[in-house]
């Protein structure tokens, strides 16, 4: 997408440069013509597109009322392109964005975590994918109502974004289910799932329904690393949920890593 944004303003931009000069050249009838066409060419590049055209449109070799006319083209359309990718970009932010969150969407988390995965297969290295489930969720909605469990999911995804590092990317899946895609090895996405886990009971879960009587909130979580537990992105969602299941099994409010879900089943076979 910006591969193909970038060279259109190129393109734009070689216009513009093949107007001007030809604003120059051409026969004194035709520069008017030319001069506007180019100074709306070369305002493709936004604001700061426009204000060079129209320094360029201010010097050009034609009669004021031309220049100004220019000037003014130049100035109109580099601010209408700015505000028109300004717009995409914020669209295209609302369209991987969930809404009650404020994290991103399983759209968007899947779509990067098949680049990413791409990635570490080219160049090497580990990414770890962490399934977190809010522990008995349905029961605090049927107890509190809707409001109350949206309140509750909104508190839990601004825990996530908070006490995730920089480099992870948090996503809510849908439901009560979030997904975090840590960079690196099943020991540093423990710490990570450790970290969000523990900041979730803490949770004052009393301000967020009408009883105003604090309810202990856990989150169960499970971890998978590929290319450790997994050859591919659904081998990984796969495994992790495996390890969150088992942490659901083992009692909630606890992480589970698949590599040690693989070192019991060998134990059990052994």
């Known amino acids: 997408m910006r591969g193909r944004a970038g060279g259109a303003r190129q393109l ?5 440069a093949a107007l001007g000069v030809g604003a ?9 013509t030319l001069l506007v066409l180019g100074a709306i060419a070369a305002s493709a590049g936004g604001r700061i597109g426009g204000c060079v055209a129209a320094v360029a449109a201010a010097a050009a070799p034609v009669g004021v009322p031309v220049k100004a006319a220019a000037v003014a083209a130049a100035l109109v359309a580099g601010e209408l392109d700015h505000r028109h990718r300004r ?20 759209d968007y988390f899947s779509e990067v975590l098949r680049s990413e995965l791409a990635r570490v297969r080219r160049y090497g290295g580990c990414m ?6 809010i522990d008995r969720f349905k029961a605090y909605n ?21 006490e995730k590092r920089d480099a992870d990317i948090a996503a809510r899946f849908g439901g009560e289910e979030f997904a975090l895609l840590v960079p690196g090895r099943a020991t540093e996405a423990l710490v990570v799932a450790e970290r969000v886990r523990q900041a979730i009971a803490d949770i004052p879960t009393g301000a967020l ?9 856990t989150a169960s979580a499970g971890i998978a690393t590929f ?3 997994a050859r591919d992105a659904d081998e990984l969602f796969e495994q ?26 060998g134990r059990l076979a052994g």
């Open 227 to 229: 290319p450790v537990d």
């Open 12 to 16: 734009f931009g070689l216009c513009a």
């Open 87 to 106: 717009d995409r970009r914020t669209l295209r932010a609302r369209t991987f964005t969930d809404r009650l969150t404020g994290l991103r969407n399983y």
């Open 209 to 217: 329904h009408r009883t105003r009587v604090p309810d202990i909130v």
């Open 24 to 32: 120059w050249l051409a026969p004194p009838q035709v520069r008017p």
């Open 142 to 162: 049927d107890t509190h109502g809707h409001g109350a469990g949206n309140r509750l999911l909104a508190s839990v995804g601004h825990v996530v974004a908070r």
């Open 128 to 133: 770890t994918l962490v399934l977190l489930d």
């Open 240 to 265: 992790a949920d495996r390890a969150l299941y088992d942490a659901k099994r083992r009692g909630r409010d606890r992480v589970v890593c698949a590599e040690h879900l693989h070192e019991d089943e």
